[in-house]
């Protein structure tokens, strides 16, 4: 592909852009009644309404064509394919084979892989009803009944969030606690008030050395024995999610209580593998299925439905279109639903870890911008804060809304007007940012106020919001494992596809590299293992005034 921004589709939308400076969305709602069906779809259980966008019709085909262009369908049929796409690492990102459903083989360097992965399942499945049944006993003979699950990234918040999503549907067999930051307090305050006898620590890292891991699965481990447990007690209450077998055998884990990682399923789309053990013992076996059935599901729209009724590829080219073409920094997602609170931070490792570069699939700098950055809070919260800054600044701040329509305990009548209030929050300040208040009726609404005019005319101004500020909104009718899946699997491909518009390799991560390799070495300096001429003057400079603290 040749360099995209001198491409004609490119240079159209260039042109669309300028000609669409000035338009408003709330002039296209009236002059085209149709808008709202005409810019709508429906997949896998979730509803899309694109409608509140600066778009047309000749943006979407110019976008349509940009996509076309840079090969999207080729791009995604070769990952699909478990094709070594993950260019600078020789490896496939091959994480929807996790899901795959079909009963096809699933091909990889030669080897049909659905086997290990329907192994690996089965083996969750199993562990999931020891642990839940009461059958898993510790070394005391007691059923487990709490599990502390410890990772960092991906490992860590695909878990943690899906988890909580579904809090609904937690089993009362045992609960879950979530694990990641190295700062010591958060793994005491867990372990402070667990009974060791009743306790499962379950570790995920693919190396068995992650430092922050590592260092909270030594910590569990010194706090079992410390509480009566032994090394031979071990086998009992630890378990792992690893590629590195020898290691776990050595800390004392039982091999039948070790989980493969593959090197072909990066950290952020880990989930769906073992690594989603936990959300398995939240929720059981069969719902944590479910999960990877929606996210099968819309593999399969994404794989097969036409680019223009694709909801993937939509949502990614509306995303472009803001970054590269309207000046959009950032991105914002606001869930609607206090148990997806998380679902942003969820999205912004996704996005931000995987378009977060500078560099093309060929090694030369991109001409463009790429990954945005996405933030965002749960509803009704955030219009009491930051809201403000989306409807009256002049940053422009493309948003997503996510809603589930019912919920699992709107059969009261305190709930249901709880979820109405919601809803009606969520849908009005879509509208709101979409239509705005023009200076005229702020100015209309204070006739008759003890004020005169050139005070009426400075209050309006304040008053005025400019509106024509784009939005999505993604409902579906319950956010059931099924409807999660698909949600999640939907901004995996959005991410895919604007990393392949882009130029980009997204299922590496070499900052985030960077920071491990370093900070092992601070540590070695704040150890004493490293003379402080070997960092920089500040770093040192920081070194030194720790280590002077810690006597």
Known sequence: MTNITASTPWQTLNHLAAELDGQHMRDWFVAEPSRASDYALSACGLNLDYSKNRINTSVLDALFELASYANVEAQRDAMFAGEKINSTEGRAALHTALRNFSGDPIMLDGEDVAPEV???????????????????????????????????????????????????????????????????????????????????????????????????????????????????????????????VPKAVEFGIDPDNIFPMWDWVGGRYSLWSAIGLPIALCIGYDNFEQLLKGAYAMDEHFKTAPMQQNMPVILALLGVWYRNFQGAQSHVLLPYYHYLRGFPAYVQQLDMESNGKQVAQQGNSVNCATGPIIWGSEGTNGQHSFHQLIHQSNTLIPADFILPLTVYDGDSEDAATHHAMLASNCFGQTQALMQGKSYAECLSDLEGKEMDDQEKARIAAHKTMPGNKPSNTITCLKLDPFTLGALVALYEHKVFVQGAIWGLNSFDQWGVELGKVLGNQVLDGILGKRELNQFDASTAAQIEAFRAAQK
């Open 118 to 244: 329907a192994a690996t399942l089965a083996k969750m499945a199993a562990f999931t009803q020891a642990i839940h049944s009461g059958e898993h006993k510790g070394y005391t003979g007691k059923a487990i009944k709490h599990v502390v699950a410890i990772g960092i990234g991906g490992s860590f918040l695909g878990p943690k969030i899906m988890s909580e999503a579904l809090k609904p549907l937690h089993t009362d067999a045992c609960k879950v606690h979530f694990v990641a930051n190295v700062d010591g307090c958060h793994i005491r305050d867990v372990l402070g008030g667990l009974d060791h006898t009743e306790t499962l620590v379950l570790m995920s890292s693919k190396s068995f050395t992650t430092q922050e891991t590592l260092q909270n699965t030594l910590t569990a481990k010194a706090w079992f024995i410390e509480q009566g447990g032994s090394q031979k007690d071990i086998a009992k209450h630890f378990a792992c999610v690893s590629s590195n």
